[in-house]
């Protein structure tokens, strides 16, 4: 259980030292609350400079609330957010 637990917090503090990472999740995050969510979805499939398998990994983590709203609180706890 602790290993699952530290994992979560180690890709957590990964993407709060990425800054291009953490504006993007803190987008989705934004995204998510706002009910926005399929907007990016429709904008993300559309554009030809990404990837389909970075398409897939942005539409699974997009669309996963827990992690885009415990990566927003752990970011404004640990103070990433400016």
């Not at 429709?42 to 983590?61: C, F, N, Q």
């Amino acid at each position: 259980m602790h290993g699952v637990w530290l994992q979560d917090i180690e890709s957590l503090e990964a993407i709060s030292q990425d800054e291009v990472a953490r504006n993007l999740f803190l987008r989705m995050a934004a995204l998510q609350r706002a009910g926005r969510t399929s907007n990016f979805l429709h904008e993300l499939a559309d554009d030809p400079e990404v990837d389909d398998e970075t398409k897939g990994s942005l539409a699974e983590i997009a669309q996963d609330a827990d992690f885009l709203l415990a990566l927003e609180e752990y970011l404004l706890r640990t103070q990433h957010v400016h």
